[in-house]
């Protein structure tokens, strides 16, 4: 089942994705609410993954045709992170750890534990946020970043310190909101003939949660210098500081849940028109728009950046005032959608289709 | 017959509505007490002269139409008591039974029974019909009870043979059953005494009135039929529930086992940094 309140998230999430990347990467402008887009879009791959188990297990499937199943789209996913890096960020960034290799990761992980008493999961997830903040200090995460960039050496230690703790996107603390997501949807859609969603409740407890995140931010000027430099980082994303990490799953807990109370469980939505509609395509297509906006941005920057001189990578940064990036951004968004649309009326499939042809 | 006998033999027969209440209220008066564990009583909850077109019967009450008896046997007026029980009762799908014995004539239906006798043996009579009424009414309800409850116990057969994670969030569901299903068996049990009773000896018109009724709506074989459906019913609820226990006592191990194990990753992954953090260097 397709709920338009995923679907509209998804959408947020894209949004952002292609505006920021467009200001950062063309003009180099970092933009603070752009932080949202990753957590909300691997909360979604939590949230997408237990609707997709609930209809296999409702199909009849069995346990080990769906763990087949998952780890081989995780394993493409992985996989597609890693061709990703390779053609988009260039071989050189293929170890940086970019959020498809999270969600491959993500999806692995959710398979082992899928079946396992939701405490447990929630305990995963606790350990997962506290281990961020120790891995970092104990890997001595600065050393490994240049100039605002990840930069390891090709070494079995660095690569897997990346993938574990010091990357763009490391499974810890990341792996928390998938796993998050997962949670939240197993209470939200199994069985919703008889409970009703906890959407109140989620809605309260991601408020607190952002007001505890916002706390700590205020009061980290007060902590002790040991945990103000340690435990507590600042809101930053790279590194995903505890603060940032509260504050965004919080907000991506309410937004989840008012959007389920507010969209779904209002029969006026029901019949998906106007921006629904819009919403409808980028979701079904994210993966695709994923890839496609980056190509999109980042080759025509590569090309122009080898055809005038030794570094490909010369522009990235520095092509564009940010004000002809925005426009670009929204120019993007337009053609995407528009050819999405085409794809979706002509019954063409994206990456999701070559992935469910791959590992179904 | 014309409306003007209609109007004579309404005027001299007489409605009695009776209900089954714990605790009988002030003025109302009991007609009959039922043994302690069913802890009923009868009660009169009002009476009038009947009319020729009666109200249907209300939702728990039942309607005793008392006609006192001819010298002869009046087959019109036989024929207008059965269509005055047959419209007190317009849900009832079947037709009313009728049962003569020793000059009292008896209809029966769901909820309503008329009685054409005469005046000296009507409240014997009348004590022994509300008794039938009251066991043969509490068993229709078990049979509707159950016939409710059979989706369900489809649904939740196969947790008796296995139960996960999944079927966690039914137990509730589970228990509300399972004790439905042991109050509809304590209520069977109470009245089951009272239905299979042996015939009393020596026979009086009432004990045999009551018995023929009996009879003629198979009590006994329907409290068989029931008792043998409460036994899946209890079979496989009383499977869920120990399945369910198992498996809860099973998974509060499993969560220790698996805060041990995710306590002893994170041991190891820290382990794991710290050196590959120093080789690195």
Redesign the interface.
Same mark, same amino acid.
């Given at each position: 089942m397709r709920y338009a309140s995923i679907d509209v998230l998804r959408t947020i999430a894209i949004f952002l994705m292609v505006l920021v990347h467009f200001m950062e990467n063309l003009s180099g402008v970092d933009w603070a609410p752009a932080g949202l887009g990753a957590p909300l879009f691997t909360f979604l791959v939590g949230v997408s993954y237990r609707l997709w188990l609930s209809s296999q297990e409702a199909k009849g499937k069995s346990d080990s045709d769906i763990s087949t199943v998952t780890i081989r789209r995780g394993l493409f996913l992985f996989a597609l992170g890693f061709a990703f890096n390779i053609l988009v960020w260039l071989p050189e960034d293929t170890f940086n750890w970019d959020v498809l290799t999270l969600i491959g990761a993500s999806l692995l992980m959710l398979n082992v534990v899928r079946n396992l008493p939701l405490p447990v999961l929630a305990l995963i997830g606790i350990v997962a946020f506290m281990l961020g903040p120790v891995l970092r200090a104990t890997a001595d995460y600065p050393t490994y970043w240049t100039q605002g960039y990840f930069d390891p050496d090709l070494t079995l230690s660095d690569v897997v310190l990346g993938f574990l703790a010091i990357g763009y996107f490391p499974v810890f603390p990341w792996i928390l909101f998938p796993l998050a997501g997962f949670v939240t949807a197993t209470l939200f859609f199994t069985d919703p003939s008889e409970n009703e969603p906890p959407t109140i409740s989620t809605a309260i407890f991601g408020a607190v949660l952002i007001v505890g995140a916002v706390s700590t931010r205020l009061l980290r000027s007060y902590a002790p210098v040991p945990v103000a430099s340690n435990v507590l980082g600042g809101w930053t994303m790279f590194p995903a500081t505890l603060e940032y990490i509260t504050g965004m799953l919080g907000l991506v807990l309410v937004l989840f849940a008012l959007g389920h109370r507010w969209i779904d469980r209002n029969p006026k939505f029901a019949e998906r028109k106007g921006l629904f509609k819009v919403a409808g395509t980028f979701g079904k297509y994210s993966l695709s728009m994923y890839l496609l906006h980056h190509v999109v941005h980042l080759w025509p920057l590569w090309i122009y950046g080898a055809s005038m001189g030794e570094d490909p990578t010369q522009f990235w940064r520095n092509a564009i005032s940010v004000w002809v990036a925005i426009p670009l951004s929204f120019l993007c968004l337009a053609s995407c959608y528009w050819l999405l649309r085409w794809m979706e009326r002509t019954e063409r499939g994206g990456v999701e289709s070559w992935m469910r042809h791959l590992c179904d | 017959m014309r409306l003007s006998e209609h109007n004579q033999i309404a005027s001299s027969s007489e409605v009695e509505h009776v209900a089954f209440v714990t605790e009988a209220a002030a003025g109302q008066t009991v007609l009959i007490e039922f043994p302690e564990p069913i802890k009923r009583r009868a009660v009169l909850v009002r009476s009038s002269p009947a009319s020729s077109h009666p109200q249907p019967v209300p939702a728990n009450e039942l309607l005793i139409l008392s006609v006192p008896a001819p010298v002869e046997e009046d087959p019109n007026l036989l024929a207008w008591v059965r269509d005055w029980v047959g419209a007190a009762t317009p849900d009832n799908d079947h037709k009313s039974q009728m049962i003569a014995f020793q000059g009292a004539q008896i209809f029966w239906a769901p909820g309503c029974i008329a009685l054409v006798t005469h005046p000296d043996r009507r409240a014997a009579v009348r004590k022994a019909l509300i008794e039938f009424a009251y066991y043969e009414n509490e068993l229709r309800a078990i049979e509707r009870d159950l016939g409710f409850l059979w989706p369900d116990l489809e649904a939740h057969a196969p947790l008796a043979f296995e139960f996960?994670?999944?079927s $966690?969030?039914?137990r509730q569901?589970l228990s509300k059953r399972f004790q439905q299903i042991l109050a509809i068996r304590a209520r069977l049990a109470r009245i089951t005494p009272h239905v299979l009773c042996p015939h009393l000896h020596p026979p009086t018109l009432a004990s045999q009135v009551g018995e023929r009724l009996r009879e003629r709506t198979r009590l006994t074989h329907r409290l068989e039929f029931i008792s043998g459906q409460l036994e899946v019913f209890e079979r496989v609820y009383d499977l869920c529930g120990q399945r369910a226990s198992d498996f809860m006592l099973a998974?509060t191990g499993?969560?220790l086992e698996? $805060?041990i194990i995710?306590l002893l990753l994170?041991q190891t992954? &820290?382990v794991? $940094?710290?050196l590959?953090?120093t &080789?690195?260097k």
């Open positions: - | 996960d994670e999944k $966690v969030r039914k569901q998974r499993h969560t698996w $805060v995710i994170t992954i &820290l794991g $940094v710290e590959m953090s &080789l690195g």
